[in-house]
Each structure stands twice: as C-alpha cells, then as structure tokens.
Nanobody, 115 residues
Framework: VQLQAYGGGLVQTGGSLRLSCAAS????????MGWYRQAPGKQREWIAT???????TYADSVKGRLTISRDNAKNTVYLQMDSLKPEDTAVYSC??????????WGQGTLVTVSS
C-alpha cells in the first residue's frame, strides 16, 4: 500500500488549502483514515480522524477550522483547512488503518502559513 499526499503550499493568514491523500496498491479495505502534523521543533500531533462510516473527531486546536472527509471509492482522505494561522505551519501526514489492523503512514506535505 502506498499513500500519496498532496496539496500543501504557501498561504497567507486567513487563507485556505485542501490536502488530499490517496491510497494505492493492493490492500484490504480501509477502516479509519486520519491526518497528523508536525510543526518545526515540535512532536507530531494528531489532528483528525474519520471512520469508514463517516464519523469524525478533531483535536481541539483545529476544531471549526479544519474539516476531514473521505471518498471511499477513491480510497482518498481530504483535509479542508480554512482560516489558517501561522501556528498551522507544519508537515501534514495522512495515516490509514486497514481492516486487518495494520496502519500505514503517508509521506508528508508541507503547509506554510505566512503572517
């Protein structure tokens, strides 16, 4: 299984970005999908998770500004980021859990929010 994340870039404070992460290859069905981020000099933190049924949970730091969604037919998870702040600057990575219990990390994509 390979995960390809894209959509990062440079954006001004208050702007928006949409990240995508697509799973490809041969694998069993995906259960949960999630996004994490790691800011410079900080530990990686969990941002949001979405179940196969579409239920979502968010970290308090992003609730109301970031929205996770998925397209099961495309094995893709999205992260819509609005009202971005400089403290949202980080490398964003996706993670998926297979129904077998195995989880896979995708490569990160850099988001930079300028003040």
């Amino acid at each position: 299984v390979q995960l390809q994340a894209y959509g990062g870039g440079l954006v001004q404070t208050g702007g928006s970005l949409r990240l995508s992460c697509a799973a490809s290859g041969s694998f069993f069905s995906i259960s949960n999908m999630g996004w994490y981020r790691q800011a410079p000099g900080k530990q990686r933190e969990w941002i949001a998770t979405i179940t196969s049924g579409g239920s979502t949970t968010y970290a308090d730091s992003v609730k109301g500004r970031l929205t996770i969604s998925r397209d099961n037919a495309k094995n893709t998870v999205y992260l819509q980021m609005d009202s971005l702040k400089p403290e949202d600057t980080a490398v964003y990575s996706c993670r998926v859990w297979l129904v077998t219990g195995k989880n896979i990390w995708g490569q990160g994509t850099l988001v930079t929010v300028s003040s």
